[in-house]
């Protein structure tokens, strides 16, 4: 369970969350529906470690996220971004597999294997050996979720997967995470924008004056 | 009391960037500890193997062409005073080895690969990648600064001695062709090589060492200092040179001092 605790996010003058406390049921969904510039992003960092808010805490399972070590960290929770989230002078799939290979967590054909057949399932095979200026918007996401779905972690933060895509690739992507996230139980906590599809999800927020407000 | 405050900060803003050095000397042996991790030692290869290429055997033309310029020039000038290829050795030995030699290889390796680093890490700063790998858990310390603070010293040593070797030869070619041309290679290079002592081959290690450690050091600080700006980078790369050249003649001509 993820346990966010009178949290405040602010941006030198800027609170974007203030007091904010939510418990995230464990294995569930939920999506979360932001506007521009409103902290969805930084809201999905935080609960991932990535910066510290300027009060409260976030807690995985009963553990401050602060004094979790970086190895149950990386095992544990892991972050798509929206926009970027690949080194540049790294194929795509050496970022995919760095972390892994850093962490030891599989073995190198194991690793393989694995980015393989998720990255066929995602429709980015053909993209492995590409490096990360060779890829639009939507398939440096998709890149981002594959690292994920290899690492396979106990938390899963995806921040506006949807956007820029087709209709098809929109359900075929969906199908691909929601088909993940039922076999391996983890917690899916993902962003959404306005005509994004959140029917798949077990709760459904949207951000208002720095809370989380619960809609249909 | 302008002046005092002025003074002031220059001396605060000096004291700091060495302090900043010395940080960043001590994260590279903290780091080091992760070599002993066999899946990290892996990572730790394929980069240090890239970069060793990049900077040693990718500088090879442009080495063996000052090399081969320079070889022609002393010999050149040599000639005039020292008609005896014989006793050329000597002068070689003091102007390339103890000075030109490292002096210019240094050069190349701060202009071609201490620019290429400090752009490529400013690149990455700019673009927020080192928060990429922060969100993986993943040291950036140990993927970019390890494998350029061993390759250098390793490439630059490489490239004295490949540089020396380039030099004798175009100054044996130059002192044959239009000078003594009764000495063979073998013993023009005998010759020179009998005058290279344990000192010489010490001290042009230490070049290597602290030169090549120190360039890659300072060329990765000047990068992380990339702020939000796209011109943050040119100017990183630009007080990057500047304080890599100072630091490199300081050096060379220190350490000849103390040794020689």
Same mark, same amino acid.
């Given at each position: 369970?993820?346990?966010?605790?009178?949290?405040?996010?602010?941006?030198?003058n800027?609170?974007?969350?203030?007091?904010?406390?939510?418990?995230?049921?464990?294995?569930?969904?939920t999506?979360?529906?932001?506007?521009?510039?409103?902290?969805?992003?930084?809201?999905l960092?935080?609960?991932?470690?990535?910066?510290?808010?300027?009060?409260?805490?976030?807690?995985?399972?009963?553990?401050?996220?602060e004094?979790i070590?970086?190895?149950?960290?990386?095992?544990d929770?892991?972050?798509?971004?929206?926009?970027?989230?690949?080194?540049?002078i790294f194929?795509?799939?050496n970022?995919?597999?760095?972390?892994?290979?850093?962490?030891?967590?599989? +073995?190198?054909?194991?690793?393989?294997?694995r980015?393989?057949?998720?990255?066929?399932?995602?429709?980015?095979a053909?993209?492995?050996?590409v490096?990360?200026?060779?890829?639009?918007?939507?398939? +440096?996401?998709l890149?981002?979720l594959?690292?994920?779905?290899?690492?396979?972690?106990?938390?899963?933060?995806?921040?506006?997967?949807?956007?820029?895509?087709?209709?098809?690739?929109?359900?075929?992507?969906?199908?691909?995470?929601?088909?993940y996230?039922?076999?391996?139980?983890?917690?899916?906590?993902?962003?959404?924008?306005a005509?994004?599809?959140?029917?798949?999800?077990?709760?459904?927020y949207?951000?208002f004056?720095?809370?989380l407000v619960?809609?249909? | 009391?302008?002046?005092?405050?002025?003074?002031?900060?220059?001396?605060?803003? =000096?004291?700091?960037?060495?302090?900043?050095?010395?940080?960043?000397?001590?994260?590279?042996?903290?780091?080091?500890r992760h070599?002993?991790?066999?899946?990290?030692?892996?990572?730790?290869?394929v980069?240090?193997?890239?970069?060793?290429?990049n900077?040693?055997?990718?500088?090879?033309?442009?080495?063996?062409?000052?090399?081969?310029?320079?070889?022609?020039?002393v010999?050149?000038?040599?000639?005039?005073?020292i008609?005896?290829?014989?006793?050329?050795?000597?002068?070689?030995?003091?102007?390339?080895?103890?000075?030109?030699?490292?002096l210019i290889?240094?050069?190349?390796?701060?202009?071609?690969?201490?620019t290429?680093?400090?752009?490529?890490?400013g =690149?990455?700063?700019?673009?927020?990648q080192?928060?990429?790998l =922060?969100?993986?858990?993943v040291?950036a310390?140990?993927i970019?600064?390890?494998?350029?603070?061993y390759?250098?010293?390793?490439?630059?040593?490489?490239m004295?001695?490949?540089?020396?070797?380039?030099?004798?030869i175009?100054?044996?070619?130059?002192?044959?062709?239009?000078?003594d041309?009764?000495?063979?290679?073998?013993?023009?290079?005998?010759?020179?090589?009998?005058?290279?002592?344990m000192?010489?081959?010490?001290?042009?290690s230490?070049?290597?060492?602290?030169?090549?450690?120190?360039?890659?050091?300072?060329?990765?600080?000047?990068?992380?200092?990339?702020?939000?700006?796209f011109t943050?980078?040119?100017?990183a790369?630009?007080?990057?040179?500047?304080?890599l050249?100072?630091?490199?003649?300081?050096?060379?001509?220190?350490?000849?001092?103390l040794?020689?």
């Open positions: 369970m993820l346990e966010l605790k009178d949290i405040r996010i602010q941006f030198e800027n609170i974007v969350f203030d007091d904010l406390s939510h418990c995230f049921d464990t294995s569930s969904i999506c979360i529906k932001t506007g521009v510039l409103d902290g969805g992003t930084s809201l960092k935080c609960c991932a470690g990535i910066i510290k808010p300027a009060l409260g805490s976030v807690s995985l399972d009963g553990r401050s996220i004094n070590n970086d190895q149950d960290i990386f095992n929770i892991n972050f798509c971004y929206e926009s970027g989230g690949l080194v540049s194929t795509v799939y970022n995919i597999a760095l972390p892994m290979v850093y962490h030891g967590k599989y +073995t190198e054909k194991e690793i393989r294997q980015i393989k057949d998720i990255a066929k399932k995602l429709g980015i053909d993209l492995l050996q490096e990360p200026h060779q890829l639009n918007d939507v398939h +440096t996401r890149a981002n594959t690292r994920a779905l290899v690492i396979s972690p106990k938390l899963l933060l995806v921040d506006e997967l949807q956007a820029g895509m087709s209709p098809e690739m929109r359900e075929a992507v969906l199908e691909v995470l929601t088909d996230q039922k076999r391996d139980e983890f917690t899916l906590i993902m962003t959404t924008t005509g994004d599809e959140n029917s798949f999800a077990d709760y459904r949207k951000i004056e720095q809370h619960e809609t249909t | 009391m302008k002046m005092i405050i002025a003074i002031g900060g220059w001396i605060n803003g =000096h004291v700091a960037y060495f302090l900043d050095l010395l940080g960043l000397f001590i994260l590279t042996l903290r780091e080091t070599l002993f991790n066999r899946s990290r030692r892996r990572i730790f290869m980069l240090f193997k890239r970069q060793l290429y900077t040693g055997i990718k500088a090879i033309y442009i080495n063996s062409l000052i090399a081969f310029f320079l070889g022609m020039i010999a050149a000038r040599v000639l005039v005073y008609p005896q290829a014989a006793n050329y050795a000597n002068i070689y030995v003091i102007v390339v080895v103890r000075e030109l030699g490292p290889s240094g050069l190349i390796l701060i202009s071609r690969s201490a290429a680093i400090t752009a490529e890490i =690149h990455l700063k700019l673009y927020d080192f928060d990429v =922060h969100s993986q858990r040291s310390a140990f970019f600064l390890l494998p350029v603070f390759s250098f010293p390793i490439s630059l040593l490489f004295f001695i490949y540089f020396n070797f380039v030099t004798m175009s100054s044996w070619f130059f002192l044959s062709t239009f000078g041309s009764s000495i063979s290679m073998a013993s023009f290079m005998e010759a020179i090589l009998s005058q290279i002592t000192l010489e081959i010490m001290i042009t230490l070049k290597a060492i602290i030169g090549g450690s120190l360039i890659g050091i300072i060329c990765i600080y000047f990068g992380s200092s990339v702020g939000e700006r943050d980078i040119s100017r790369i630009s007080k990057s040179t500047t304080s050249l100072l630091m490199f003649f300081v050096i060379n001509i220190g350490l000849s001092i040794a020689y």
